[in-house]
């Protein structure tokens, strides 16, 4: 087997299965689960009818770059939504659909890494943990940049010293962020495509919550919106990844996509012939459907909207906790041991959530996770609410 395998960290849900294996929980509750980020709304009408409709295409093997329908119609969604100019961006070599960006992030670093015994991935900390493994499989080390209150969850690009961005071939960006919800401004954007421009690496970009946002005036900007601001037309050096899981509530469909530099693509593409992952005909006609509806992503948005102002004035008053720009997520700090928290809070309230330690590692200034948990407002709105009215009575009676 590859022995790089061993380099591997025990998946974050594989700790918490762990933490949480042989606790109870009390007779009479009904379990409410916010430790991962599975969206629960129901799902568009018109995408259902699309993947219902065409099963009787599953007869015929699907193609890797996807039909022309669907690549134009992700170009055309980046357009709209990024108020890119018209043609911007070219559906032929600039769109690569994929089955969920997990396994496309995955695949992407195992076709971007060079193979040389130095090679860098940096990554913000805490972070979404396909990019560290990647990394690993890759046979690359991940650097860690700590994203803290205290540079306001931003990855401080300015604090990694030369000798590393000389050594990177990836760096991962998340916009909005998992898990504090941080929307990375446009500045900090350009600030990282200059230092592609010096050093010659690639930025990913992984926007798979960039239709999760609070401020309905202000949409978080992307990529290749920055990269065309910096005059970057052919989005050089640079690749995003879209994801319709939390657009469109339909997290096993497994479809999103990738777009960016057409040289990158091109070769990404020649990689993902031989990984075997073309996305089955109905699933990229019910993709086309989700991709145009519009309706469904504001009404969608208006959900998670609604959820945060129920459940904010609940648990403010006795946990430090603040309203992120985007994302799904809370990720408040219970002063003391993350791990104990959600274990305790799991046995005497049937409330699961998920350690922040666990999506961190270590680094100069300790775990930037621990000390805090990451609660997931997907489940239904009343649900929410219930599960926030649990949290407060568990904090209020056990204070640190």
Partial sequence: MNPLLARLHPYPFEQLAQLLSGVPTPAGLTPIK??????????????????????????????????????????????????????????????????????????????????????????????????????????????????????????????????????????????????AGRVLPLDHLRRALALADRYGFIIAADECYTEIYLDEASPPPGLLEACLAAGHARFERCVAFHSLSKRSSVPGLRSGFVCGDPQILSLFLQYRTYHGSAMPVPTQLASIAAWQDEEYAARNRRLYQEKFERVLPILAPCLEV????????????????DARFARGLHASQAVTVLPGSFLAREGPGGNPGAGRVRISLVPPLEQCVAAAGRIREFVQRNPS
């Fill in 34 to 179: 916010m430790s991962i980020g599975e969206p629960q709304h129901d799902p568009p009408a018109n995408v259902l009818a699309a993947l219902r409709d065409n099963l009787h295409r599953l007869g015929t093997y699907p193609t890797t770059a996807g039909l022309p329908e669907l690549r134009s119609a992700c170009a055309l969604w980046l357009e709209r939504r990024y108020r890119l100019p018209a043609g911007s961006v070219d559906p032929e070599s600039m769109i690569l659909p994929v089955n969920g960006t997990r396994e496309a992030l995955f695949a992407f670093v195992q076709a971007a890494v060079d193979g040389r015994a130095d090679a860098r991935v940096l990554m913000p900390n805490p972070f979404y943990q396909i990019y560290e493994g990647a990394a690993l499989l890759a046979g690359a080390q991940p650097y860690f940049l700590a994203t803290t209150p205290a540079n306001g969850y931003m990855p401080d690009l300015d604090a990694v010293p030369e000798s590393i961005w000389r050594r990177c071939q990836v760096l991962f960006l998340c916009s909005p962020g998992n898990p």
């Fill in 322 to 337: 603040a309203r992120p720009d985007g994302a799904f997520y809370l990720w408040p700090e219970v002063r003391g041991d």
